[in-house]
C-alpha cells in the first residue's frame, strides 16, 4: 500500500531526528561545556520545532485518511496506532507552545542545578511556575476537556488513568509503611560499608557489571552523570552511572538499572529500527526491565555471591566477613532522602509521594510557593524523618525541570510489573539461582528478552505484562516479593 509505505518512510526520518535530539540531551548531561546552556537551548529549541513540524505535516494525515488499518498485518496495525494516537497529541499543541517548552525546559534545567548546589528553592520557584503554566496548557490541549493529568500521564504510560493508579498505589502504601516499620524495629540492623572504594576501580567494575547483564558496548557506552539516565534506541544505545568514594553500590546498582533500560533498547526486533515500534513501549515497561535487573536480579542473594566475590577481586578486604553479611548490607534499609538511593522498602513511598504532589499541582490544588512545606509533611509522615535541606527534599529530582509531569508514578507501575515478572520468570526458571551464583545472568535476561524487550511497541503496556506473565499484573506479587524477602533478612 503506496500511502503506508510513504508515510513509514516519513516516519523513519522522524524518528531519526528525534534520536539526533535525544543526543542533544545527552551531551547537555554529560559533556557539554557549562556555558554553552544558552547556545543548546536554542538548539533544542529549532529541533523541537522542525520535529512538530514533521509530525503535523499535512501529508501525515491524509496519509492516516487513505489508510485502511485492517489490510494490515499486525506489525501494520501497530504502527497506525502509535502514529494515529501520536498525530492526534501533536495536532493538539501548537507548534508556539511546542517550541516554547523545549526552550524553557533546556534553561531550567541549568536553573534547578544551581539551585540545587545553592540549597535555595526560592530560586527555582519562578521557573517551576512557569514550567507548571505552559504544562498546565499542554494538559488542557491534550484533555480536550477530560482531566489534565491523565492526559500528561498518557504520554509517559499509553491507557493509564490516575484513578487507577491511585487505587494499586493505595494498596501499595500501608503494607510499605507497615514494612518498612517492622524492619527498621528489628533488632538486628545490617551493618553499612565503612571502607573508601577507588572511583575509577568503581568504574571498571561497573563495565564488568554491564556486560554482565548482557549490555552491548559496541552499540552503547558508559559515562558519569549527576542524575544517572539511558538515552537512544536501536543500534545507539547510551548510559550513564555515577560514583562515591564511600558508597560503591550507588555506581554498581545505577548501572545495572540503567543496563536494564539500555537491554531493553538494544533488544528490541531490528526490523522494527527507526519505526514507531522500535521503542520501549512506555515508561512503566522500561522500568519494570531496570527495576528487575537491579532488585529481583542484582540484590537476590544468589547475585550478590557472585558480587561479592568480584568486589573482594578488585578492592580487596572491605570488611564483610561473607556472602550471607554482604546480601543483608546490600539489602540495608534506612530512612533515606533520596529516591534514586533508596532501598526496595522505601522506594515506592518516594514516587507515591511525588505522585500525589504533581496531581496537586496540576490540578491547582498545591501553589509551587507551598511545594517545600507540603514535601515535608508528607516526607514526616511516610519516613519519620525531617527533611533537612532542599536538595534532600523538592529540589533532589531533575524532571519537574523539564517538565516531566505524568512521569513519576511509571517507577512505581514499573516496579509492579516487575515483581508480576520476576513470579512468571521464576515459575519458568526453576534452577535460575544456580545460574545467578556463578554469575551468570543469561537465562534471566534471554527470558525477558524473549518476553518483553523483543517486542517493543507491538503490545499495549498492559497486554505486553499479562502476555509474559499469564496473569493480569496487580501490585501483590510486588508486596508477597518484598515481605518475604525483607522478613528474611531482618527476622520479622
Known sequence: MKAYDDLIAHERDTQALAQVSGRLGWDQETMMPRGAATQRSEEMAAMSSVLHARRTDPKVGDWLAAIDDTTLDAVGQANMRHIRRGYTRT???????????????????????????????????????????????????????????????????????????????????????????????????????????????????????????????????????????SSGSGHDVRITTRTNPYDPFNCFYSTIHETGHGCYEQNINDAYLLTPLGQGVSMGVHESQSRIYENQIGRGQAFTRWLFGQMNEVFGDFGVADADAFYATVNRVNSGYIR?????????????????????????????DDLPDAWNKRFKDDFGVVVDKPSNGCLQDVHWSVGLFGYFPTYSLGNVYAGCLNKAMRDALPDLDTELVAGNTAPATEWLRENVQQYGGLYRPKELIEKACGFAPSEAPLLDYLEAKFGAIYGV
Open 340 to 368: 534514586t538511593e533508596a532501598d526496595e522498602v522505601h522506594y515506592n513511598l518516594h514516587v507515591l509521594l511525588r505522585f500525589d504532589l504533581e496531581r496537586a499541582m496540576i490540578a491547582g490544588d498545591l501553589d509551587v
Open 91 to 229: 495536532m493538539r499543541i501548537p507548534a508556539r507552545l511546542a517550541s516554547e517548552q523545549a526552550k524553557l525546559h533546556s534553561m531550567a534545567q541549568g536553573i534547578w542545578a544551581q539551585a540545587r548546589a545553592a540549597e535555595d528553592f526560592t530560586a527555582f520557584a519562578p521557573t517551576l511556575k512557569q514550567v507548571l503554566k505552559l504544562k498546565r496548557e499542554e494538559a488542557a490541549a491534550l484533555a480536550d476537556g477530560g482531566d489534565l493529568y491523565d492526559a500528561l500521564l498518557d504520554d509517559y504510560e499509553p491507557c493509564a488513568k490516575a484513578s487507577e493508579l491511585e487505587a494499586m498505589f493505595g494498596a501499595l502504601r500501608p503494607r510499605l509503611v507497615a514494612l518498612r516499620e517492622r524492619v527498621l524495629g528489628a533488632e538486628n540492623q545490617p551493618a553499612a560499608l565503612s571502607h573508601k572504594f577507588d572511583e575509577a576501580l568503581q568504574l571498571e567494575l561497573t563495565r564488568k557489571l554491564a556486560v554482565t547483564f548482557g549490555y552491548d558496548l559496541t552499540h552503547g557506552r558508559i559515562d558519569k552523570a549527576v542524575h544517572p539516565f
